[in-house]
């Protein structure tokens, strides 16, 4: 089974972004909220020019990276998004999932 490419029932929200320059030109550190919905996917992509950690608030997602690792995530537990990370999540439960997502982009 390939991954999924589409991002479908996942609604995040900006709290607040931090511009990085001088010492990071360009980059801005970035907090979101993020809500997956019963069903929901955030399709497969990579970390390589954009590192991140996730916090589960609320609810399990299931993780899945190349190679076939697979992990399911519940409150408190953290998920680290290094540049070599490629991965797709899933809410495979009947309740939503919340978690906070912050990372280093170039917007």
């Known amino acids: 089974m390939s991954p999924p490419q589409d991002t479908k029932g996942v609604d995040g ?10 010492d990071l030109p360009g980059h801005q550190l970035r907090l979101r909220r993020l809500t997956f919905e019963p069903g929901a996917v955030a399709g497969v992509h990579s970390h390589k020019d954009r590192p991140a950690f996730a916090y589960i608030l609320e609810g399990t ?11 399911q995530h519940n409150p408190g537990d953290v998920i680290t998004e290094s540049r070599d990370v490629t991965h797709w999540a899933e809410n495979k439960s009947s309740g939503k999932v919340v978690i906070v997502g912050i990372d280093v982009f170039k917007p």
Do not use: Y
Not at 13 to 22: E, F, M
């Open 13 to 22: 929200k900006v709290v607040s972004t931090v511009d990085l320059a001088p």
């Open 61 to 71: 997602l299931t993780e899945m990276r190349e190679g076939g690792f697979q992990k």
